[in-house]
């Protein structure tokens, strides 16, 4: 069936299997904002929107007077850009999907947008198609490709004059932001688009039904391609393809709609700043913790790194990557193509969360227990019942918990000055 540019028709279409299956992605947010590399990559906006005095102040200390945000471009050089390193990192993190800034808010594009004259990464900057270059590395890793770009241009005079008329004028969407949607999707055929900066207006004004129309009718990626729902200003959670809802939403019980949590291993940024410090980073346990509720409870897990103007990826986040790639080596069978189960988490703890595929359930705890013995009160056991644990060879004893469910005697951990990593699978087979 033909897909009708408005919502009924629309948020009929089913999802693409390949996203749901997939569970683990990258987020990259890199932009002139990388330039500054300083607070957020909200930069511009706080320096010049919201003119901050600690804003102004950084600027009138580190760059020539009367510098303007147009000054950094040329120093984003992307000068140790390797996209086929940046793919194996993503590999090794267990990334089935990346996501690429491919324009912010601030509008600068990371390809050569026929739109976006003077202020993309091939006329000054880098010289370079950011966008393809990562693309075509990627697709040589198999991952799938997802391009994240912002409906709005903060100050953009086109979009600018639109907002002024209250939104009954679409030159800014007519000019801009919809050629540049077409031409993402006709040069790159992504897997996956990351729509964004959809918050001051509503659809009548972007004209998102038609383009979502023609991207389900028409377009090269029309029985693959992935969207979010963050498409008109009042879409999130209820428009659209998977739902985001809001930056690192976590819904606390199981959603009835496919769903993504998009988390930053900065905290306080998405784009790379030079004054992070250790503490305000995420680690590792904290990293696997969110991955393992958010898959519980049915959603995919989108990690975020900001590499630098350069193009270098820190090697603290490359270190937070691939320990999480490790763990995944690991405990990916309870994570990649798995479903909810009909208990997400054990209701006495916050530390044991299921997954399950078919018959088999996972339980994944994040705390050791003290005495070596996991108890389990939601899974039913039965005499066909086998318990094994992932990354460990041969099956785990195990006997009827007095109340209910299972008591299982965990191999023995020899004692360790460090802490152990965070997160281990019993699998149970034969359980109701």
């Known amino acids: 069936p033909r897909y009708r540019p408005d919502w009924d028709s629309l948020d009929g279409r089913p999802l693409p299997a390949w996203f749901d299956q997939a569970k683990v992605g990258v987020f990259v947010h890199w932009g002139v904002f990388s330039v500054p590399a300083w607070g957020s990559e909200w930069f511009w906006w706080h320096w010049q929107g919201e003119h901050r005095p600690d804003y102004q102040h950084f600027v009138q200390r580190r760059y020539p007077p009367h510098t303007t945000y147009a000054d950094f471009a040329p120093r984003f050089t992307a000068h140790d850009f390797q996209p086929r390193e940046w793919a194996q990192l993503f590999q090794r993190a267990g990334a089935r999907y990346v996501v690429l800034t491919t324009k912010h808010h601030e509008g600068f594009t990371n390809w050569g947008s026929p739109v976006s004259w003077n202020w993309n ?239 088999v359930v996972y339980a994944i705890f994040l705390i050791w227990p003290q005495d070596n013995v996991l108890e389990l009160s939601s899974p039913t056991p039965s005499p066909a019942t086998k318990v094994m644990m992932l990354g460990f060879a041969g099956t785990l004893k195990w006997q009827e918990s007095p109340g209910k469910g299972l008591l299982i005697t965990l191999p023995y951990m020899l004692p360790s000055p460090l802490p152990p990593q965070s997160g281990w699978t019993v699998k149970l087979e034969g359980v109701k």
């Open 121 to 359: 990464s091939l006329d000054t900057g880098p010289h370079r198609d950011l966008v393809g270059e990562l693309g075509q590395a990627l697709r040589e890793s198999n991952i799938h490709y997802g391009l994240y770009h912002s409906l709005l241009e903060w100050f953009n005079p086109l979009y600018l004059a639109d907002k002024e008329s209250g939104f009954k004028t679409q030159n800014f969407v007519l000019k801009k932001t919809m050629p540049e949607l077409y031409d993402l999707v006709l040069k790159y055929k992504p897997d996956l688009i990351w729509s964004d900066g959809d918050w001051e207006a509503p659809e009548s004004y972007w004209n998102s039904t038609s383009f979502l129309a023609w991207l389900y009718n028409d377009s090269p990626v029309k029985d693959t391609v992935v969207v979010n729902d963050r498409w008109c200003n009042n879409c999130s959670c209820h428009h659209g393809g998977y739902y985001n809802c809001a930056d690192k939403y976590k819904p606390g019980t199981l959603p009835t709609h496919k769903w993504e949590m998009c988390s930053s291993i900065d905290k306080l940024s998405w784009g790379y700043r030079s004054d992070m410090n250790i503490s305000e980073l995420m680690d590792e346990a904290s990293i696997i913790e969110e991955l393992v509720q958010t898959v519980s409870f049915g959603g995919n897990y989108l990690l975020n790194v900001g590499p630098t103007k350069e193009g270098v990826i820190a090697p603290i986040f490359q270190e937070r990557l691939l320990a999480l790639g490790r763990w995944l080596d690991t405990n990916g069978e309870a994570i990649y193509e798995s479903k909810p189960w009909r208990i997400q988490m054990e209701n006495s703890t916050d530390t044991v969360w299921y997954t399950s595929k078919g018959p």
